[in-house]
């Protein structure tokens, strides 16, 4: 079914909101906006009400552990409504902190153990030192270019169960480990990823894949084109310091 608006959820944007997260959004609605798409954003924060049948498309930025530890009882309790949705196919992007919740836990510096709601079949561990830097990978999506370019700053590492399917391989920086060289997962629709930026100004070609699973989650609809080469433009130069 294709849809001729969308809805986006984003979920605790005073709490998770690092080194501008909030460009993600700005990106999917112009890009939305250019193809005559109507987007309507709804702002979650912890306890308010969700009508999940009218959700198109979930966003969540990363946030410092402490930020985490004050949304995390929140977010799982709404891991029945919010699996549903994933279930469904409904898109997701989870940056950083919020990634590492779409897991089964993540491990705080402080040794604090904040259970994820597993959608994703990682775990995270805090470490030092800070994975900090620019980030060039690689992905198998389906999506031209396969580059994708980012900024990252976090102290879990985050390793991947046989369930898991990481989003791309890192060419420069650390990404999920600083070990195997994966960068992020993925699970039906949902992505999760250590790449801030913000991450989709600077990856028009992720940012249409969304829309495009936003639009119809069967995946059946191609997007009308539209130019890309500013933001190119900005991704080239992350890929030249390669
Ligand atoms: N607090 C988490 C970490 O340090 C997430 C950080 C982030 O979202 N940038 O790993």
Same mark, same amino acid.
């Given at each position: 079914?294709?849809?001729?608006?969308?809805?986006?959820?984003?979920?605790?944007?005073?709490?998770?909101?690092?080194?501008?997260?909030?460009?993600?959004?700005?990106?999917?609605?112009?890009?939305?906006?250019?193809?005559?798409?109507?987007?309507?954003?709804?702002?979650?924060?912890?306890?308010?009400?969700?009508?999940?049948?009218?959700?198109?498309?979930?966003?969540?930025?990363?946030?410092?552990?402490?930020?985490?530890?004050?949304?995390?009882?929140?977010?799982?309790?709404?891991?029945?409504?919010?699996?549903?949705? !994933?279930?469904? $196919?409904?898109?997701? =992007? &989870?940056?950083?902190?919020?990634? /590492?919740?779409?897991?089964?836990?993540? @491990? *705080?510096?402080?040794?604090?153990?904040?259970?994820?709601?597993?959608?994703?079949?990682?775990?995270?561990?805090?470490?030092?030192?800070?994975?900090?830097?620019?980030?060039?990978?690689?992905?198998?999506?389906?999506?031209?270019?396969?580059?994708?370019?980012?900024?990252?700053?976090?102290?879990?590492?985050?390793? !991947?169960?046989? $369930?898991?399917?990481? =989003? &791309?391989?890192?060419?420069?920086? /650390?990404?999920?480990?600083?070990?195997? @060289? *994966?960068?992020?997962?993925?699970?039906?629709?949902?992505?999760?990823?250590?790449?801030?930026?913000?991450?989709?100004?600077?990856?028009?070609?992720?940012?249409?894949?969304?829309?495009?699973?936003?639009?119809?989650?069967?995946?059946?609809?191609?997007?009308?084109?539209?130019?890309?080469?500013?933001?190119?433009?900005?991704?080239?130069?992350?890929?030249?310091?390669?």
């Amino acid at each position: 079914m294709q849809k001729s608006g969308l809805q986006i959820l984003h979920l605790y944007p005073n709490h998770m909101n690092l080194y501008g997260d909030r460009g993600n959004l700005i990106a999917i609605q112009h890009r939305a906006l250019e193809r005559g798409i109507p987007v309507e954003v709804v702002h979650a924060e912890p306890e308010a009400p969700i009508s999940w049948r009218d959700v198109d498309l979930i966003f969540m930025g990363g946030g410092e552990d402490s930020h985490q530890a004050r949304i995390a009882e929140d977010f799982l309790r709404r891991a029945p409504e919010l699996t549903r949705a !994933l279930e469904d $196919g409904v898109p997701m =992007l &989870a940056i950083c902190g919020a990634y /590492q919740l779409l897991g089964h836990y993540y @491990r *705080t510096v402080n040794g604090d153990k904040l259970p994820g709601i597993g959608f994703l079949d990682v775990t995270t561990e805090a470490g030092r030192p800070r994975a900090i830097g620019d980030v060039v990978a690689h992905t198998t999506l389906d999506i031209t270019p396969r580059s994708l370019v980012g900024f990252e700053n976090h102290g879990g590492r985050t390793f !991947l169960g046989t $369930g898991a399917v990481p =989003l &791309a391989t890192v060419q420069l920086g /650390q990404g999920n480990n600083g070990q195997d @060289r *994966t960068e992020g997962a993925m699970h039906k629709h949902a992505i999760g990823t250590y790449l801030h930026g913000s991450l989709l100004p600077k990856n028009p070609h992720l940012t249409d894949l969304l829309i495009r699973w936003a639009v119809d989650r069967d995946g059946n609809t191609d997007l009308e084109p539209i130019p890309m080469d500013l933001e190119l433009k900005a991704h080239d130069v992350i890929l030249s310091r390669c």
